[in-house]
T-cell receptor
Framework: AQTVTQSQPEMSVQEAETVTLSCTYD???????LFWYKQPPSRQMILVIR??????QNATENRFSVNFQKAAKSFSLKISDSQLGDTAMYFC??????????FGGGTRVLVKP | GAGVSQSPRYKVAKRGQDVALRCDPI?????LFWYQQALGQGPEFLTY??????LDKSGLPSDRFFAERPEGSVSTLKIQRTQQEDSAVYLC???WGGGAFNLGTEAFFGQGTRLTVV
């Protein structure tokens, strides 16, 4: 069984500053992927960034980057130069055998002007 | 359309009523997933199709829930004799690949159907 835990229910950040969201996970699989999804009020999940477990190099997508610590089973997301449009729920998710996503409980991010 | 389309966007059902939720995946996508998202929580897996084959239905909460994808494209999630605990947003997602060699494939989500059982 896979589990994903997000310990921060809500984070606030000033516009243009940096915020880091935490995520820990557990799986017995060796081959898996980790994802961060953004869910704005429209409810549509949007992929932010993904990381393959076999890759040591941390993934980066523009202002979004991850810190993947495989031994610690930790996968945090850093949002740099925060923008008002980043305000949303953020979900950490794991995909291993079976192809289904296992999501954490989410972190609400509020970017303040 | 270019994205995953779900209908209706909102559904209010009286307790005991049957409902059917529709998902139109992106054309050509092999895999289709249904998730249930309770208020303030993360989505939880319900079921998974690869083409028309339902490969995993382990997340369906009871035998009142039934999903089908008869031609490997459009899918319908049916809930019989709805209960208040069925109130949630039901999300559909599709991806082009399936199986162990496509774990990194991006899943594209629809906007969901918000079901309220009164």
């Amino acid at each position: 069984a896979q589990t994903v835990t997000q310990s921060q229910p809500e984070m606030s950040v000033q516009e243009a500053e940096t915020v880091t969201l935490s995520c820990t996970y557990d799986t017995s699989e060796n081959n898996y992927y980790l994802f961060w999804y953004k869910q704005p009020p429209s409810r549509q999940m949007i992929l932010v960034i993904r990381q393959e477990a076999y890759k040591q190099q941390n993934a980066t997508e523009n202002r979004f980057s991850v810190n993947f610590q495989k031994a610690a089973k930790s996968f945090s997301l850093k949002i740099s130069d925060s923008q008002l449009g980043d305000t949303a729920m953020y979900f950490c998710a794991l995909k291993a055998a079976g192809n289904k996503l296992t999501f954490g409980g989410g972190t609400r991010v509020l970017v303040k002007p | 359309g270019a994205g995953v389309s779900q209908s209706p966007r909102y559904k209010v059902a009286k307790r005991g009523q049957d409902v059917a939720l529709r998902c139109d995946p992106i054309s050509g996508h092999v895999s289709l997933f249904w998730y249930q998202q309770a208020l303030g929580q993360g989505p939880e897996f319900l079921t998974y199709f690869q083409n028309e084959a339902q490969l995993d239905k382990s997340g369906l909460p009871s035998d009142r829930f039934f999903a089908e994808r008869p031609e490997g494209s459009v899918s319908t999630l049916k809930i019989q004799r709805t209960q208040q605990e069925d109130s949630a947003v039901y999300l559909c997602a599709s991806s082009w690949g399936g199986g162990a060699f496509n774990l990194g494939t991006e899943a594209f989500f629809g906007q969901g159907t918000r079901l309220t059982v009164v």
